[in-house]
């Protein structure tokens, strides 16, 4: 193979060079520069299939000039701003980048997972690093040359970012997250398509012949593939989906094992509104958008087809994805598509077939089976889905069980909730209380949230299920109140209902009802993938509740995918470090460093943190070591009724090891 095949000239980018993001200052730029060249070597030698030895050397080369690099810049910052809050943002944003790559390097996953993850951060920290932090420090430098205060300097160039400098920015981070997702792949594509070119020069040297007519059989494949793409999405058609199944089928026969697969006909519902509404073009437009949407929901191996007009076919490899694959599509159709200043969301009915024993020729009978399937889907449960197996169909009708016994179990009011106590390790102060649900099933006893939220995670019920823990939270307020024992109280919010957009609203006339409850003692906990959908959308609902004076937390920091940026924009006042950091602290030296690693990043977004799952008096001991304060669990106490925590609370002592921290 040629060696300069594989040099920096023929190379695509993963992180291209843009002019918007020179500075001004000549050696920043070059600094930067150098700081891209390294990323885009890296995102080559992982494309090209390199040894981990490699990959990981050219890491340690981007992180020790990183390092070097940010040394250099901050002189300069320093220089003109001194120790203005700007100076210090910056800096705090340069350990944010070391501690979250500490995290991804050590956290769980194959060197190919971590370092896909580590591409995707990498690519969106710098943009945003450059573009927003680094240009608003030279642009503020150069107004302060102008004469202008630190203060007068922030203020202009805080002005000149708000409009279309402002849209740059997002436009260009949305551009490199986009190539972060992408570029690796077609990477790989261009290194096979290079070695393809390599074998198929060494069959020309070999046989001229036999390599052309294979090239012009090749040229013939690709032309007839045509026949199988439905042009409008670039999705299969009809024939293209029969010939994928047909060709799995036929592995199947081959190879005499079995397989779990099913075949899905999905319909929109109500398609022909947003056609008549908006008018075809954009109703294509709109096809577009959710045929995106839905590839980026499927699983690996997953085909989906476009067979009609808001027909689809989805063929999954594994039945036991079939659940939450449809729930993922029926989640991202929920999130509002903005189309001539409106938002269209969509919801779909499917009919689903499990593919067992068959054989080739079944592929056609497989999916007017889905199709028929479908039709009964329509007229019996428009807007969720069927099972043409028996089996399959039992455990829907399960579902529709558990869903109606939840919907009588909040007219009869059975449901509990109990309280677990969250305590300051150091100094023993209680500082709140988490609501937790429990079902009072008139035949199962006492049943655990995981034995029906995951019912309900994507089902309007989940609202109804919020606003009754809600309202049941603060009405236990009161009762404590009467008692002398004034608390906070977090309640656990579901994506659904954060995102619906009535949330603010209705949390608005909840509160009214108990009037004597200062709001700030209500803590809403959300977790990442709540607002993951629309994050503007998110921190608008967010903000809107904290005017009502609630506060908000994140529930299972550090388990999440999101970028440090995205994480920095939440409003929230208090982040929770997820159980599995504490627990694996104790008795491993690579979790103890992992769970520092997420401290110092929570120390480092300058919120409030709390760890949950202590379990130990020696995890609590860690904590403390780390500084960590505020936690809860079983170590603490178990969620208890509402009525026996005036007396914990007044029997409740720190372990003797804890109070040793004071």
């Given at each position: 193979?040629?060696?300069?095949?594989?040099?920096?000239?023929?190379?695509?980018?993963?992180?291209?060079?843009?002019?918007?993001?020179?500075?001004?200052?000549?050696?920043?730029?070059?600094?930067?520069?150098?700081?891209?060249?390294?990323?885009?070597?890296?995102?080559?030698?992982?494309?090209?299939?390199?040894?981990?030895?490699?990959?990981?050397?050219?890491?340690?080369?981007?992180?020790?000039?990183?390092?070097?690099?940010?040394?250099?810049?901050?002189?300069?910052?320093?220089?003109?701003?001194?120790?203005?809050?700007?100076?210090?943002?910056?800096?705090?944003?340069?350990?944010?980048?070391?501690?979250?790559?500490?995290?991804?390097?050590?956290?769980?996953?194959?060197?190919?997972?971590?370092?896909?993850?580590?591409?995707?951060?990498?690519?969106?920290?710098?943009?945003?690093?450059?573009?927003?932090?680094?240009?608003?420090?030279?642009?503020?430098?150069?107004?302060?040359?102008?004469?202008?205060?630190?203060?007068?300097?922030?203020?202009?160039?805080?002005?000149?970012?708000?409009?279309?400098?402002?849209?740059?920015?997002?436009?260009?981070?949305?551009?490199?997250?986009?190539?972060?997702?992408?570029?690796?792949?077609?990477?790989?594509?261009?290194?096979?398509?290079?070695?393809?070119?390599?074998?198929?020069?060494?069959?020309?040297?070999?046989?001229?012949?036999?390599?052309?007519?294979?090239?012009?059989?090749?040229?013939?494949?690709?032309?007839?593939?045509?026949?199988?793409?439905?042009?409008?999405?670039?999705?299969?058609?009809?024939?293209?989906?029969?010939?994928?199944?047909?060709?799995?089928?036929?592995?199947?026969?081959?190879?005499?094992?079995?397989?779990?697969?099913?075949?899905?006909?999905?319909?929109?519902?109500?398609?022909?509104?947003?056609?008549?509404?908006?008018?075809?073009?954009?109703?294509?437009?709109?096809?577009?958008?959710?045929?995106?949407?839905?590839?980026?929901?499927?699983?690996?191996?997953?085909?989906?087809?476009?067979?009609?007009?808001?027909?689809?076919?989805?063929?999954?490899?594994?039945?036991?994805?079939?659940?939450?694959?449809?729930?993922?599509?029926?989640?991202?159709?929920?999130?509002?598509?903005?189309?001539?200043?409106?938002?269209?969301?969509?919801?779909?009915?499917?009919?689903?077939?499990?593919?067992?024993?068959?054989?080739?020729?079944?592929?056609?009978?497989?999916?007017?089976?889905?199709?028929?399937?479908?039709?009964?889907?329509?007229?019996?449960?428009?807007?969720?889905?069927?099972?043409?197996?028996?089996?399959?169909?039992?455990?829907?009708?399960?579902?529709?069980?558990?869903?109606?016994?939840?919907?009588?179990?909040?007219?009869?009011?059975?449901?509990?909730?109990?309280?677990?106590?969250?305590?300051?390790?150091?100094?023993?102060?209680?500082?709140?209380?988490?609501?937790?649900?429990?079902?009072?099933?008139?035949?199962?006893?006492?049943?655990?949230?995981?034995?029906?939220?995951?019912?309900?995670?994507?089902?309007?019920?989940?609202?109804?299920?919020?606003?009754?823990?809600?309202?049941?939270?603060?009405?236990?307020?009161?009762?404590?109140?009467?008692?002398?024992?004034?608390?906070?109280?977090?309640?656990?919010?579901?994506?659904?209902?954060?995102?619906?957009?009535?949330?603010?609203?209705?949390?608005?006339?909840?509160?009214?009802?108990?009037?004597?409850?200062?709001?700030?003692?209500?803590?809403?906990?959300?977790?990442?993938?709540?607002?993951?959908?629309?994050?503007?959308?998110?921190?608008?609902?967010?903000?809107?509740?904290?005017?009502?004076?609630?506060?908000?937390?994140?529930?299972?920091?550090?388990?999440?995918?999101?970028?440090?940026?995205?994480?920095?924009?939440?409003?929230?006042?208090?982040?929770?470090?997820?159980?599995?950091?504490?627990?694996?602290?104790?008795?491993?030296?690579?979790?103890?460093?992992?769970?520092?690693?997420?401290i110092e990043l929570s120390r480092v977004f300058r919120k409030q943190f709390i760890a949950e799952g202590v379990e130990t008096v020696r995890q609590g001991e860690i904590l403390l070591e780390l500084g960590c304060e505020v936690a809860q669990g079983y170590a603490i106490s178990p969620p208890m009724e509402p009525e026996k925590l005036p007396a914990w609370v007044a029997s409740w002592r720190p372990f003797p090891e804890w109070l040793k921290h004071r």
């Open positions: 193979m040629a060696k300069s095949q594989f040099d920096g000239s023929t190379t695509f980018e993963i992180f291209p060079w843009n002019r918007n993001f020179e500075t001004g200052f000549g050696d920043i730029d070059d600094q930067h520069k150098a700081l891209v060249e390294i990323l885009n070597r890296l995102a080559w030698h992982f494309a090209s299939d390199a040894s981990e030895m490699t990959a990981d050397r050219v890491m340690d080369e981007l992180l020790s000039y990183a390092s070097y690099h940010f040394q250099f810049e901050e002189q300069i910052w320093d220089r003109a701003l001194g120790d203005s809050e700007m100076a210090k943002n910056h800096h705090d944003n340069h350990q944010m980048f070391f501690a979250r790559i500490q995290m991804l390097k050590q956290g769980p996953g194959s060197h190919e997972e971590k370092l896909t993850e580590l591409f995707d951060y990498l690519t969106k920290w710098l943009a945003f690093h450059i573009l927003e932090s680094d240009r608003r420090m030279a642009l503020t430098i150069r107004a302060m040359d102008q004469g202008l205060t630190v203060g007068e300097a922030s203020e202009k160039v805080d002005s000149e970012l708000s409009g279309s400098i402002s849209v740059l920015v997002s436009a260009l981070l949305e551009i490199y997250g986009k190539l972060s997702a992408s570029t690796i792949q077609l990477m790989r594509e261009k290194m096979a398509r290079l070695r393809t070119e390599d074998e198929l020069h060494r069959l020309q040297q070999e046989q001229i012949k036999e390599a052309l007519d294979n090239q012009a059989s090749e040229y013939q494949i690709q032309l007839e593939a045509l026949a199988f793409e439905d042009p409008l999405t670039g999705l299969l058609n009809r024939n293209g989906i029969v010939q994928a199944l047909r060709k799995q089928l036929q592995g199947i026969g081959q190879s005499g094992s079995g397989w779990s697969g099913a075949v899905v006909a999905i319909d929109l519902d109500d398609f022909v509104m947003i056609n008549a509404t908006l008018g075809e073009d954009t109703a294509d437009y709109f096809l577009k958008l959710l045929t995106r949407r839905w590839l980026d929901s499927i699983p690996s191996g997953a085909r989906l087809a476009r067979t009609g007009g808001d027909e689809f076919i989805l063929l999954l490899p594994d039945t036991s994805e079939i659940e939450s694959t449809l729930e993922a599509l029926r989640l991202s159709g929920l999130q509002a598509f903005h189309l001539n200043d409106q938002q269209v969301i969509v919801e779909f009915t499917a009919g689903i077939v499990f593919v067992v024993e068959q054989t080739v020729s079944d592929a056609d009978s497989l999916l007017r089976k889905a199709n028929q399937t479908l039709f009964l889907a329509k007229h019996e449960a428009k807007g969720d889905w069927l099972y043409l197996d028996a089996e399959e169909q039992g455990r829907y009708r399960a579902r529709e069980i558990i869903l109606s016994g939840i919907r009588e179990a909040l007219t009869r009011n059975n449901f509990r909730l109990l309280y677990q106590p969250k305590v300051n390790l150091r100094t023993g102060e209680i500082v709140g209380a988490e609501a937790l649900i429990r079902w009072q099933h008139p035949d199962k006893g006492l049943m655990s949230p995981g034995k029906f939220l995951p019912a309900i995670e994507h089902h309007n019920l989940s609202i109804s299920v919020g606003e009754w823990v809600l309202r049941e939270s603060l009405r236990q307020m009161q009762r404590w109140d009467q008692q002398n024992l004034e608390l906070k109280v977090s309640v656990n919010i579901a994506a659904l209902h954060l995102q619906s957009e009535a949330f603010p609203e209705t949390l608005t006339n909840i509160l009214k009802e108990f009037p004597d409850i200062n709001p700030s003692r209500l803590d809403l906990e959300i977790l990442e993938s709540a607002t993951l959908g629309d994050l503007g959308q998110a921190v608008a609902t967010i903000s809107a509740c904290q005017a009502l004076g609630v506060v908000f937390s994140l529930d299972d920091f550090g388990t999440g995918y999101s970028s440090l940026s995205y994480l920095k924009q939440l409003p929230v006042e208090t982040l929770k470090l997820d159980r599995e950091f504490v627990s694996g602290a104790e008795n491993d030296l690579e979790n103890h460093s992992i769970l520092r690693s997420v």
